[in-house]
């Protein structure tokens, strides 16, 4: 079990608004995601092995109208995190199997937000219901992923959410 005290919410909840500003405007690409304010880092104590080397997403979607983003970070040794290359890769799935795979390398501190309709649409002509596993499985990196979603539904209707995946310790079997 991974447990992490943020001392400095105020940080955190800024840089995620910043993350999303940043999201909405196009400007995707690598973000540090630890610099929030002047400059400096917001700081998680706690256990180490910050992150988990496995990510699920269930019930996503990029149809007409929506957006989805999976953001992955590798945090760095000072950070909670293994200090070590993460070799990522995303596999995603369809109602009827898998569709497809993007990968990325992450250094220790990068951070990369990957917009799946994009991958999904270019590269296997596909839009629709979609789950995501997201891996660090080369060697022992471990990462922290979150998806955000942003919809816009006809007659004006916009929104969004963020939320975490589910890593295995997380996710119980239910037969």
Same mark, same amino acid.
């Given at each position: !079990?991974?447990?992490?005290?943020? +001392?400095?919410?105020?940080?955190?909840?800024?840089?995620?608004?910043?993350?999303?500003?940043?999201?909405?405007?196009? &400007?995707?690409?690598?973000?540090? %995601?630890?610099?929030? %304010?002047?400059?400096?880092? &917001? =700081? &998680?104590?706690?256990?180490?092995?910050? /992150?988990?080397?496995?990510?699920?997403?269930?019930?996503?979607?990029?149809?007409?109208?929506?957006?989805? @983003?999976?953001?992955?970070?590798?945090?760095?040794?000072? !950070?909670?995190?293994?200090?070590?290359?993460?070799?990522? #890769? !995303?596999?995603?799935?369809?109602?009827?199997?898998?569709?497809?795979?993007? #990968?990325?390398?992450?250094?220790?501190? =990068?951070?990369?937000?990957?917009?799946?309709?994009?991958?999904?649409?270019?590269? @296997?002509?596909?839009?629709?219901?979609?789950?995501?596993?997201? /891996?660090?499985?080369?060697?022992? &990196?471990?990462?922290?992923?979150?998806?955000?979603? @942003?919809?816009?539904?006809?007659?004006? +209707?916009?929104?969004?959410? =963020?939320?975490?995946?589910?890593?295995?310790?997380?996710?119980?079997?239910?037969?």
């Amino acid at each position: !079990m991974v447990k992490v005290v943020v +001392i400095e919410p105020r940080k955190v909840f800024l840089a995620g608004l910043l993350s999303c500003l940043l999201l909405a405007s196009g &400007a995707l690409g690598s973000f540090w %995601l630890a610099r929030a %304010l002047r400059g400096e880092r &917001a =700081q &998680a104590y706690g256990t180490e092995g910050v /992150g988990s080397r496995t990510w699920y997403f269930p019930e996503g979607y990029t149809g007409p109208g929506f957006e989805e @983003y999976i953001l992955v970070s590798n945090p760095p040794a000072d !950070m909670g995190g293994t200090g070590k290359v993460a070799f990522v #890769t !995303m596999e995603f799935y369809g109602p009827d199997g898998k569709i497809g795979f993007h #990968t990325d390398q992450l250094e220790p501190g =990068q951070r990369a937000s990957v917009n799946v309709k994009h991958v999904l649409k270019e590269r @296997y002509g596909y839009e629709g219901d979609v789950s995501v596993v997201v /891996g660090s499985w080369d060697n022992e &990196a471990t990462i922290i992923c979150e998806r955000a979603m @942003y919809f816009n539904y006809p007659g004006g +209707i916009t929104g969004g959410s =963020q939320s975490l995946g589910y890593t295995e310790a997380e996710a119980p079997f239910v037969p």
